[in-house]
């Protein structure tokens, strides 16, 4: 699938180039889309309007181009949609087993492995110091 976005503009409008200077938003090429005409010495401005958006399919290149025209934009992506899966599982459980592992670990005197190892290893040095 590929989405295509064209931008739709006013009519432009000739500005001095104080003017052009003046409105900090002729500048945003977000607003405005804006050129100098070096031979007549202007800017010409014109505001854009709206964007238009539509999906087509990736083959289908003569649609595509008629609709992207010069300014528009082409964004390929896949339109698979995968289900999302939720596994319930009881995190409390998990953590009594990482503390009861890791309490055996440092019994035994085992290096530690993960922070709760870290965690017991620490408390039983101190405790025999």
Known sequence: MVKVTRNKYDDP???????????????????YDSYYDEDDEVYYVRKKLL????????????????????????????????????IKTDVTKNLNDFIATAKERAEKGEAPRNQFDQYFYDKKRTYQQ
């Open 13 to 31: 409008e000739a500005v001095t180039e104080d003017q052009y200077n003046a409105n900090s938003d002729y500048s945003n090429p977000y607003k």
């Open 51 to 86: 964007k238009n958006q539509k999906e087509f399919d990736a083959n289908d290149t003569e649609n595509i181009g008629r609709f992207k025209g010069y300014t528009g934009t082409e964004e390929k992506f896949d339109k698979e949609v995968q289900e999302a899966v939720q």
